[in-house]
């Protein structure tokens, strides 16, 4: 069984709280800078796969160290969110869920299947 089946996003949260208060981080982590976080990061995972190719792409995630460098560059755009979640009071499974109740009605099947078009080009 995976890490990710058998552990809650409280879990995570509480870790990464417990992490950062215990380096007095809670004074530089206000939302801007989270979020500012969140899109470096994000740059630095896109970085692994600019220009490349499908073929390439499969390729790296085929090589242990390329892969882990990418798992890496996940898991800080995962702190940042979780960190951002964290000090907010924000509940991700609810957004998640309501967000995806959103897009099933964004995107409903019999329009959106196969398909690469936005919401509003159906």
């Not at 809670?26 to 801007?32: E, I, P, R, T, V």
């Not at 630095?44 to 073929?55: A, I, N, T, V």
Request: glycine share 2%; proline share 2%.
């Amino acid at each position: 069984m995976s890490k990710d089946q058998e552990t809650k996003i409280h879990e995570l949260k509480d870790k990464i709280k417990d992490f950062c208060e215990a380096r007095d981080w809670d004074q530089f982590h206000g939302a801007k800078d989270l979020a500012i976080g969140i899109i470096t990061e994000s740059s630095e995972l896109l970085e692994h796969f600019r220009f490349k190719s499908e073929k390439e792409i499969e390729e790296m995630f085929k090589n242990p160290e390329k892969k882990q460098h990418i798992s890496e560059e996940m898991a800080d755009v995962l702190y940042f969110l979780l960190r951002l979640a964290q000090k907010y009071d924000i509940d991700l499974t609810e957004e998640l869920n309501n967000k995806m109740e959103k897009n099933e009605k964004k995107y409903p099947v019999d329009k959106a299947k196969g398909s690469n078009k936005k919401y509003n080009e159906f």
